[in-house]
Structures are given as C-alpha cells and as structure tokens.
C-alpha cells in the first residue's frame, strides 16, 4: 500500500523535527511493509519569503490530493509585525480551513520514564493517565454571532454567542467514539448543561449518538467539575469531547498535567481526507538548528496519522512502544532531562526511536 503524505517542515525547528519523523516512518515501511510517497510542500514563513504567501495554492493542492498531512511548525521573529492575512500563523487557518478539518484530537499522556515532569503530586498521577481531548474546532462561540455598542457609551456592551446545530454536534462525537473504540473505551462529554441551552442539546445529541456505539461507557460532565477532576482524578479520563471554547481551555490543562511541551502531539481531522498532524509547540526560533529540539511531537503526531487517517493501528502502537522503550532506557533531549540520563540531540533521538521501530518482535 502506498500512502501519499503531504510534509510542510514549516519554519524554525520544523524541519530538523520533521526529518526525524520521517526517519522513523521509513523505519516503519521496512518493518510493516507498507510505504510512503512523501512531497515537501511550502507553508509559513518559507513560502512568505519564496512565493510571498504564507500558503500558497499549490501548497492547498498537494495536501488535498494527498491521505494525511505531517506539519513541522510556522513563524518566528523575521516574519513579526506583517498584517494579520499574511503572517505565517495565517497559513495555518487557512490550511485548517481549506481542508474542512472541524475536529482536534490532543493527548496528554504521562510517560513513566518522565513522571517526575508532571507539576501533580505523586499520588495523583500514580496509575496511567491517558487522556485524549476530542474539541470541536470550527463552531461554537468563538465562530458565533458577536457585537460591540459604540465604546464609552455609559452602558457599554458586548456579546459572542455561543450556538451548534446537530450535525456539527453528531459528527465531532463521532470522532470521539471512533476514537474511544480504539483505547479504554470511555467517553467523557463536557458541556454547561445546567446553564447554556447549547449544553442541552450538546448533551441529548451525545446520548443519542452513544445508541450507535453500545461498547463504549459515556458520562457527561459540567466544564467546571471537569477542570477540577482533571487535576484530582486524572486516571478517570479516556476520551473527553467537547465543545471549542471548552476544549481549548482543558486541553491546555490536560497538556500541561504531563509537564512536557516537546512530547504532545496533534491531529485534526474533517470529513474523510486529509488529516493534519502537528506537534502542539510552535517553531521554537530560540533552538532552531542548534540539534537540540526534542522531536518526539512530531514522532507520536506521524503515530496518530497512523492510526487516524491512514487506519495501520498495528504501525502506530510500533512507534509509540518504540518512544517508550527509547525513554526507558533513559535517553532525553534536553528539554526533558529534568533529573540527568544519556541526552542527546534531535538526530540521535530520532534515530534511537527508529532503531527501536526495527528492532520490535511481534
Ligand atoms: P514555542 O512552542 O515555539 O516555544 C516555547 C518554548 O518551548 C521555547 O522555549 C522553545 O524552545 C520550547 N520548545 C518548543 N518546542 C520544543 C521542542 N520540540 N523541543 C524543545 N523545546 C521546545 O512557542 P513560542 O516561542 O511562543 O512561539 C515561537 C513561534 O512559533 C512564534 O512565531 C509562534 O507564532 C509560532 N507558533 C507556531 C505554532 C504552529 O506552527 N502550530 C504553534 C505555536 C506557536
């Protein structure tokens, strides 16, 4: 099978992080058998100073034509300061936007090998916390009607208005129960059900379309409780959906729970092809081309297009062990060497994972 991939290095550390990526993906085509076409596409601040957009249409082109798209990061200092429309970071909107992706999946796992980063008390993050955060990420109230009376004036308003319809509703719980059916099993819906009457209906939408996944256990949870037991009980999660304003607030909070920015992945998906696959940090113009960026993101976002768009879930749980079994023994980059061990830089790191991707017995 041949799977096209998209790969915008992006900007700063993008590159050196994406070609570790890849070095682990081609690990992966020689031990599974499957292979990857790879076309290296322009986006942010390079395609600014090459083509004098941060995305170019031909950029848009070859992502839709391909089944996933591997992002490094965008921006930096050199491209500060430009209008809004065209900055790098415009490039991502509009990359989000043109490949019709409504939903967002972030997780947030704590690595054995890296507890001691987690700000939460052993204790509380003794047993296995992985969580993953399904957000909708084109409605809601940051999407909604909004306005502003005439500023000064004596009772100054303003208003964003949070609204969902069904579809937009059923379709981002279907990611979450896909997504559930292929972990723990468990889905936690977050709404203001007690207050918003766009709670209400997020929740009697959920329910319904929980009928079609009869293997999977749903509770709902008010955003308040959440953010508290996010904190508290974290093991309890599985799969938490919610709606945008609320998952871009407890997403955060799950990330940060793991105390590593280096280590979190992302993917965002729409109807059908393609996903869009990114680290959560940005282009890091502070280490760029230094060989000190830990690439692990980037490695574990390549694992979630594994398993989200291109479905070799068997693939996925090969890199995923591999990174496990490369902090097991102890190497960091600098990032994560909070108490020593062997660090290493970006390179080494994506090579010891791609060794271990081939040397896996299954
Ligand atoms: P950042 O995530 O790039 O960096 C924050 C801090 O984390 C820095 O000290 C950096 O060195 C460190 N860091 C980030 N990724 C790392 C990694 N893989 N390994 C080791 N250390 C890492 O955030 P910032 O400094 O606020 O933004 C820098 C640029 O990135 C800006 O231009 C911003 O607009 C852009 N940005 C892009 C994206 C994206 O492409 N999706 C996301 C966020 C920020």
Redesign the pocket.
Known sequence: MDYKIAVIK?D??GPE?VDQAITVLEAVSEKCGISFVFSEVLMGGCAIDKYGLPLPESTLKTCKESDSVLLG????PKWEGLPGDST??AG?LGIRAGLGLYANLRPAVIYEALREASPLKPGIVDGKIDILVVRELTGGIYFGERGRSEKGTPNEWAYDTEKYSVPEIERIARIAFEAASKRRGIVTSVDKANVLESSRLWREVVTKVSKDYPGIALNHMYVDNAAMQLIRNPGQFDVIVTTNMFGDILSDEASMITGS??MLPSASLGSGKPGLY??I???????AGQD???PI?TVLSAAMMLRYSLGENFAADLIENAVVRVLDKGYR?S?IAYYGGTVVGTREMGRLIAEEVRRAEF
Request: proline content about 11%; aromatic content about 0%.
């Open positions: 992006g700063g550390i992080i990061a965008v921006g930096g790098p970071e991502l920015i280096g990114e680290p940090h940005g282009s890091a113009p502070d280490i000190k960026a830990n993101a980059t990032d």
